[in-house]
């Protein structure tokens, strides 16, 4: 069925168009927000249609030609072809809109720090081909994108990703393939390559021999093994003065420019010094940026622990504790054995566990400074804690990812 002359009035976060027609909201691939167009419909839900755009009928007035020369194959992009001006208002919207459907609450307007549109990225995950070139993959499907370079990617790992290549080649083309995958990451000068893939002995070896003194700190990902082929494997990083050890697996913030403003106006939002609660704490460069002592950390992941004890060292903290568990292990005689004043949370897209929003409700805590990249589920926690006593205080966000519609939202939620 083909739908006729359907306006695209809003965005998904996966950047899909949204058209309203005959009482049906449509979300249509590779639209452009503002336009006029022509979609066939390849799905029918019960309460939305899914369809693919065939035509244009009324250009966008938002629109623009994409500085990037792969924007309309990769998938890594999603709005590029917008004005960033209206990328910042689309990312509002997304933001309200979630709010005034699970919290109710309607906000006239919402500060978003605005980021450098293009080079911010300090890391970026490539697919790797059976001849070792690095691709992206295009946008809603899996086949590769060959790239020479991304535009979001910073300086230094633009000027490598040649080099990089070469060396992915070279692998793959001595042993039929056996890398699938590579993240880059990058501090101020030096490169991190976590090479992904199923590597026998053999291969090993030849990547051992040949690049144990490479410039590069380079890992090999196989299965659950990681070896450290050349450098630390890790990079240091700094934040606001504070030095931070993040190794291969660790989570750190992708945008270079905007770190620190992410952090500073989520310290702000805490206020004065407090003995805090970190969940999901990762290496602890949240916590230790937000607050300068009195920290507990909870992080599943262990390695992320180890070095959430070393940045506790290398920063002079006195008074801190990390613990390898689960977000719900804490309970409220843990919160008040530790002597919590406040939590810090910046979990992953899912958001948190209701039971940790119940055992925080239930310790008296009385403020939460959350941080997230997914307004939906922001939303649906802050009416939890709303249900429990609490109050949206604050909220503004921050663009860590121009080009796509994911948005950084800092909010906090204070006893009432």
């Known amino acids: 069925m083909i739908l006729k002359n359907i306006k695209i009035i809003d965005v998904l976060q996966d950047g899909r168009g949204v058209a309203r027609t005959e009482g049906k909201i449509v979300f249509v691939e590779n639209a452009v927000y503002g336009e006029t167009l022509d979609a066939e419909i390849i799905a029918e839900k019960k309460n939305f249609l899914e369809a693919k755009k065939l035509n244009t009928k009324i250009k966008s007035d938002y629109q623009r030609k994409p500085p990037c020369p792969y924007f309309y194959e990769c998938g890594g992009c999603s709005i590029m072809d917008i004005n960033y001006q209206t990328q910042i208002k689309l990312k509002k919207n997304l933001i309200k809109n979630a709010l005034k459907k699970s919290v109710g609450l309607d906000i006239e307007d919402l500060e978003i720090i605005e980021s450098p549109e293009l080079r911010y990225r300090n890391k970026v995950r490539l697919q790797v081909d059976e001849d070792g070139g690095l691709n992206y993959l295009e946008a809603y499907s899996k086949k590769k994108v060959k790239i020479d370079d991304c535009l979001i990617a910073n300086e ?57 003194e490479h410039k590069y700190s380079i890992n090999l990902l196989n299965a659950r093994q990681l070896i450290v082929i050349s450098g630390n494997g890790y990079l240091d990083y ?179």
């Open 156 to 212: 230094l790992l633009s000027k490598n990703l040649k080099e990089i290549q070469d060396i992915t080649r070279s692998i793959n083309n001595e042993f039929d393939g056996p890398i699938d995958e590579v993240t880059i990451r990058s501090s101020e000068y030096y490169i991190l390559l976590n090479i992904h893939g199923n590597f026998n002995a053999d291969s090993i070896n030849f990547i051992e021999e040949k690049y144990n």
């Open 238 to 416: 700094k934040i606001n003065n504070k030095s931070f050890k993040i190794s291969a697996n660790d989570f750190y913030q992708v945008n270079d420019y905007q770190i620190e403003n992410l952090y500073t106006l989520a310290r702000e939002f805490l206020g004065n010094e407090q003995k805090l609660l970190d969940l999901y704490c990762g290496s602890a460069t949240s916590s230790m940026s937000i607050n300068d002592d009195h920290i507990v950390g909870i992080e599943i992941n262990k390695n992320a622990i180890k070095d959430a004890k070393e940045n506790a060292k290398r920063n002079n903290l006195k008074d801190y504790k990390f613990i390898a568990k689960n977000a719900k292990f804490i309970d409220s005689k843990f919160i008040k054995e530790n002597k919590i004043d406040a939590v810090t949370v910046d979990p992953p897209r899912a958001g948190l566990d209701k039971e940790v929003v119940k055992t925080i409700a239930n310790a008296d805590i009385e403020k939460i400074v959350y941080i997230s990249c997914n307004p939906q589920t922001l939303a649906r926690d802050i009416k939890r804690f709303m249900d429990r006593g609490y109050e949206l205080k604050k909220i503004k966000a921050v663009d860590m990812f121009p080009q796509t519609m994911h948005v950084e939202t800092i909010a906090l939620i204070q006893k009432m």
